[in-house]
């Protein structure tokens, strides 16, 4: 190959390059100019939505129309939740208020009688945080749902007791319900009982089981 055709073909073979690499450049830019304006158009438009969401309704008909329509959808949504969750809780028991005091006195005196047998020292006045019924009627109305909660405290502290929770040596047990309580205690104080049975309702029927089964465990380890 003569040097001029040579020269001839390096000069178009360095020139494609050029016009190549140009071409390439030119997408990049356009393609990145393309993805900032898209992305300048969603904020915009995004800014603009939630402008119109919190800006106060224009008093018309048509729109107040479609605001009831979207509390009611939430009212609704609101209504089904609770309903499912009442499938979790017990009916409450019809009971008068004599029938209360006297249920809780003999609880109160069952539970005792079981941490006696057990060893297990509770306070003189303990009463399952319900000292006040023990002297007073409570409310008609409210004899359903108290009644509901002792239940509740009643089988929480019988089965603490039986399952030697209580006891100093257990001490670190009872610390996880209620938030690090020393463990030289060997009292079971009334708050105590409460806040076990708070820490339980406050998980699902399944968190509960797998709680109870998580001490049972400790306890067979220890």
């Given at each position: 190959m003569?040097?001029?055709?040579?020269?001839?073909?390096l000069?178009?073979?360095?020139?494609?390059?050029?016009?190549g690499?140009?071409?390439?450049?030119?997408?990049?830019?356009?393609?990145?100019s393309?993805?900032?304006?898209?992305?300048?158009?969603?904020?915009?438009t995004k800014?603009?939505?939630?402008?119109l969401?919190?800006?106060?309704?224009?008093?018309?008909?048509?729109?107040?129309?479609?605001?009831k329509?979207?509390?009611a959808?939430?009212t609704?949504?609101?209504?089904?939740?609770?309903?499912?969750?009442?499938?979790?809780q017990?009916?409450?028991?019809?009971?008068d208020?004599?029938?209360?005091?006297?249920?809780?006195?003999?609880?109160?005196?069952?539970?005792?009688?079981?941490?006696?047998?057990?060893?297990?020292?509770?306070?003189?006045?303990?009463d399952?945080?319900?000292?006040t019924?023990?002297s007073?009627?409570?409310?008609?109305?409210?004899?359903?749902?108290?009644?509901?909660?002792?239940?509740?405290?009643n089988f929480?502290?019988?089965t603490?007791?039986?399952?030697?929770?209580?006891?100093?040596?257990?001490?670190?047990?009872v610390?996880?319900?209620?938030?690090?309580r020393?463990?030289?205690?060997?009292?079971?104080?009334?708050d105590?009982a409460?806040?076990?049975?708070?820490?339980?309702k406050s998980?699902?029927?399944?968190?509960?089981?797998?709680?109870?089964g998580?001490?049972?465990?400790?306890?067979?380890?220890?």
């Open positions: 003569s040097k001029a055709k040579q020269n001839t073909f000069t178009g073979y360095f020139a494609a390059l050029a016009v690499a140009i071409g390439v450049g030119y997408l990049a830019w356009s393609a990145s393309g993805a900032t304006e898209a992305a300048e158009k969603y904020e915009a800014t603009q939505l939630d402008k969401q919190k800006a106060k309704i224009f008093p018309k008909q048509e729109n107040v129309e479609a605001k329509k979207q509390v959808g939430f609704e949504q609101v209504a089904a939740l609770n309903d499912n969750l009442r499938k979790y017990p009916a409450l028991e019809t009971m208020a004599s029938a209360f005091q006297a249920k809780l006195q003999r609880l109160r005196d069952g539970l005792q009688t079981e941490a006696k047998n057990a060893n297990v020292k509770l306070p003189d006045n303990f399952l945080g319900m000292g019924y023990l007073a009627f409570p409310e008609t109305e409210a004899v359903p749902r108290l009644n509901a909660w002792l239940e509740g405290l929480v502290v019988s603490l007791i039986s399952k030697q929770h209580l006891q100093s040596s257990k001490a670190d047990m610390s996880g319900f209620t938030g690090g020393s463990a030289s205690s060997k009292d079971l104080t009334t105590e409460t806040a076990m049975i708070r820490h339980l998980l699902d029927p399944e968190e509960q089981k797998a709680e109870v998580k001490k049972e465990e400790h306890d067979e380890v220890g």
